[in-house]
């Protein structure tokens, strides 16, 4: 089971990053650490997503990952575009 308990982080940050985080927190109306605790885990989201696509970007070459990449659009169906898809 997953430890659910509360820890406390303190941290020290620029005033003008603070004084952001002030603001952005009191626009959609929530705590600074509420808003704090999205941040963290929004950004630690991307930056182990980025980790994982990096590995196995590293595993494959730039042949084997095209070859895939149309194998995969040769399957979406051919349509015609609409009118307002179009380049103009």
């Known amino acids: 089971m997953e ?12 005033e003008d990053l603070k004084s952001r985080i ?14 704090a605790l999205y941040a963290f885990t929004k ?3 991307e930056l ?15 042949q084997e990952i095209l070859a895939g990449f149309d194998a995969i659009m040769e399957k979406i169906p051919k349509k015609e575009v609409p009118d307002w898809d179009k380049k103009r």
Not at 5 to 11: A, D
Not at 22 to 33: D, F, H, L, P, R
Not at 48 to 62: D, G, M, Q, S
Request: no cysteine; hydrophobic share 30%; net charge positive.
């Open 3 to 14: 430890n659910k308990k509360k820890n406390t982080l303190t941290i020290r940050v620029p």
């Open 22 to 35: 002030e603001k952005y927190s009191a626009m959609q109306g929530v705590s600074i650490n509420q808003f």
């Open 43 to 45: 950004e630690l989201g």
């Open 48 to 62: 182990e997503t980025n980790r994982y696509f990096a590995r196995i970007l590293r595993e494959r070459n730039k």
